[in-house]
């Protein structure tokens, strides 16, 4: 497929894109749990996963598969955006747990929930391609927040997307973070490897 070259137009056609490959391919997030090679995820210990928007790709069944690989040793946290424009925080999440909207609207964990350092982090993107490039949605929050975070502590940046998604080369600026590795419906991609 041609691309265009600018991000915006780019992200105008991914979105197109994405929605098109949810309404195909409904039973995409269990495939893809399905594809992570869940025994390389057992030595996190606390997963930074987000509540998917509009049409992407839900991290539901992967994280669950992560989960179930040390009940009561691996949790979970969610983002919060505190504030708009700043790194998002995160705070530990259970299912069962209450939610609210966030400075940016987006279901969130309460302000008593502890604030955590995830060391995996699930990643949702509008594109992706082989060397780990990531499209977001534009506003910079997961650029901001994974360089925040690998200031902090050493994580591993897995994004999550149908297979569609990828691209032969993201337009990536310097602030821009690269992903360690992306799973979809059809494979495991480790950045440099052919992690299928």
């Not at 749990?33 to 069944?61: H, I, K, M, N």
């Not at 780990?132 to 902090?152: E, I, K, M, S, V």
């Not at 993201?170 to 490897?193: N, S, W």
Request: aromatic share 6%.
């Amino acid at each position: 497929m041609t691309l265009p070259l600018d991000k915006k137009a780019l992200r105008a056609e991914m979105r197109a894109l994405r929605r098109r490959l949810l309404d195909e391919t409904p039973d995409a997030a269990a495939r893809a749990a399905r594809r992570l090679p869940v025994s390389r995820f057992a030595r996190f210990s606390l997963v930074g996963a987000y509540c998917a928007q509009g049409t992407e790709l839900d991290p539901g069944p992967i994280l669950q598969a992560i989960l179930d690989l040390s009940p009561g040793h691996t949790q979970a946290a969610l983002p919060v955006a505190a504030e708009k424009n700043a790194p998002l925080i995160f705070r530990l999440w259970r299912p069962d747990d209450p939610l609210k909207p966030d400075a940016y609207g987006i279901p969130s964990p309460l302000a008593t929930a502890p604030q955590v350092l995830p060391n995996l982090m699930l990643t949702p993107v509008l594109a992706f391609d082989r060397k780990g490039g990531r499209l977001g949605q534009g506003g910079g929050h997961y650029d901001r927040t994974l360089a925040n975070l690998r200031r902090q502590r050493p994580v591993f940046v897995l994004g999550v997307a149908f297979a569609g998604q990828e691209v032969d080369a993201v337009p990536m600026g310097p602030h821009d973070q690269r992903l360690d590795a992306i799973v979809t419906e059809t494979a495991y991609i480790e950045v440099g490897k052919e992690g299928r």
